[in-house]
């Protein structure tokens, strides 16, 4: 559902590209896409253009978002690996806009199907009718081969009384592993744990028990039940090369530093 402050912004992006011939569309991802916005969404919003202007875009990709509205605070995306974003807050009433600036040849590398809310002509629906979308999944082997790793380090961590960085790294593992592998296990985006409440219920208990809270015990249990919900998830995928050696390594590990701190 689009509310009042979403159409009204994207009615002003439209007629700032629509006025600079460097433009040749906008097009809308995220939760406008899939039809399930609220009053909490952000808009995800894709502007495409002459890739004959790369370097003036870029450059001056944070004075573009500037002219869109009452731009309170922006940054560029380097820190997500994608400096063709610009991350904005748009007021007086608070507005959270996820900006990507995007060549026409770039749209033939796309994880969805974005809406196509205005374009120039009829490039951008050419590029989606020629090319399909492609979303990476988390390799199963990829997450086995790092998966006793991260155990053995985070025992370190419980061994040394790091629990900050400990309840930090066991927040990596459920963003990580746990959450895509549910998440693919039912049938969707591995992507990390958004929507896990609305998306796979059956498995918030379980994940409930992962989430530590700052106390030696609590850390412990977090990241023996992480390792517990691995070894269920881990039944269901194929053709994995399981690392036993490593598996009983880490976790006799585990258990030797957690009683010493009980001795």
């Given amino acids: 559902m689009l509310l009042p402050i979403h159409e009204q912004f994207i ?68 820190h997500v690996g994608e400096p063709r974003l610009v991350i904005c807050l748009y007021g007086p009433e608070p507005l959270h806009v996820d900006l990507k600036f995007v060549t026409l040849a770039e749209l033939a590398i796309r994880i969805e199907n974005p809406l196509i809310l205005w374009e120039r002509e009829a490039d951008i629906r050419t590029i989606f009718e020629k090319t399909s979308p492609t979303y990476s999944s988390p390799s199963p082997q990829w997450i086995e081969d790092r998966f006793w790793v991260w155990v053995h380090y985070g025992a370190t961590k419980l061994g040394r009384g790091e629990l ?72 269901h995928l194929d053709s994995l090369d399981v690392k036993e050696e490593a598996e009983q390594v880490s976790i006799a590990y585990l258990e030797n530093v957690y009683s010493s701190l009980n001795r």
């Fill in 164 to 235: 900050f960085e400990l309840i930090d790294h066991i927040t990596f593992i459920r963003n990580t592993v746990l959450g895509p592998l549910i998440l693919m296990h039912y049938g969707h985006l591995p992507r990390g744990v958004r929507k896990l409440e609305e998306l796979c219920a059956g498995e918030l208990e379980a994940l409930r028990e992962t989430v530590p809270v700052h106390s030696l015990e609590s850390c412990y249990n977090a990241l023996k039940n992480s390792i517990k919900l691995y070894q269920r998830l881990r039944q």
């Fill in 11 to 78: 009615t002003q992006v439209k007629e700032k590209l629509s006025q600079d011939h460097r433009f040749l569309g906008l097009l809308a991802g995220g939760s406008m896409m899939t039809g399930t916005m609220d009053e909490y969404s952000d808009l995800d919003l894709v502007a495409v253009y002459d890739s004959a202007y790369r370097q003036e875009i870029m450059n001056q990709r944070l004075n573009i978002a500037e002219g869109m509205g009452k731009l309170l605070s922006a940054f560029t995306g380097e």
